[in-house]
């Protein structure tokens, strides 16, 4: 399944299979990206980051792409568990500066 | 290592009221993050503390809104006469570094505290 992040903020996934959510960005001169999880009633958690100078890092499970010429990041979550059922947002930022975070959107597994 | 951790969890008040919310940060951490969350929607910056310095508060109301990280004690985000439209959750974040793309990937968020304005 894919997303198309803020004007698609609902994802449904068959577990097992693959997911991708989607994020545009919007300032072109940001230089790092994050994806963050957030489970009801928790706070964001760290997933996995990049760099402006990368357009592709793996972690474990996840993949983000950075597709900087358009400004649109996207994280794929291979073989998805239903752990995996949660808010997804990407975040941006500049330099030093602090965090500006996308809407999100909400990743359901289908057991 | 506890963690962030924010109270209270819950907090309701009455219009007019006042909101104090609390944040301690992970221990060696002097960095702190306040960020707002209406519901179904992302983060909201509302400002960057150290130890008794306000470094960027550009995204907090000029109004009614305040926030402190004094030497000793945790982070405290203050909201005076509050209405309806304060109802969100407050979510605080820590890191051992300054900004973003220096400590986003140790930056650490609490479970945040839920306010809501009857």
């Known amino acids: 399944g894919e997303s198309v992040g803020l004007h698609l903020p609902t994802l449904s996934v068959q577990e097992g299979d693959n997911s991708i959510i989607n994020c545009a960005y919007s300032n072109s001169a940001s230089d790092y990206f994050i994806w963050y999880k957030q489970e009801s009633g928790k706070g964001p958690q760290f997933i996995i980051d990049?760099?402006?100078?990368?357009d592709k890092r793996q972690g474990q499970r996840v993949t983000v792409l950075l597709n900087k010429t358009v400004k649109h990041l996207s994280l794929q979550i291979a073989a998805t568990q239903p752990g995996d059922s949660a808010v997804y947002f990407c975040?941006?930022?500049?330099?030093?500066?602090?965090?500006?975070f996308g809407t999100g959107t909400r990743l359901t597994i289908i057991p | 290592n506890a963690g962030v951790m924010q109270n209270p969890r819950h907090l309701v008040r009455r219009r007019g009221q006042e909101a104090r919310l609390r944040c301690s940060p992970m221990?060696?951490?002097?960095?702190v993050y306040w960020y707002r969350q209406l519901p179904e929607e992302g983060l909201k910056f509302m400002v960057y503390?150290?130890?008794?310095?306000?470094?960027?508060e550009s995204g907090m109301p000029k109004e009614r809104f305040s926030a402190e990280f004094p030497k000793e004690g945790p982070s405290i985000l203050r909201i005076q006469q509050v209405v309806r439209g304060d109802s969100a959750a407050y979510f605080c974040a820590s890191s051992p570094f300054a900004g973003g793309s220096t400590g986003a990937n140790v930056l650490t968020f609490g479970a945040g505290s839920r306010l809501t304005v009857l």
């Open positions: 221990k060696g951490h002097s960095h």
């Open positions: 975040a941006e930022t500049f330099g030093n500066e602090k965090l500006t």
């Open positions: 503390l150290q130890k008794e310095n306000i470094i960027d």
């Open positions: 990049i760099r402006s100078n990368m």
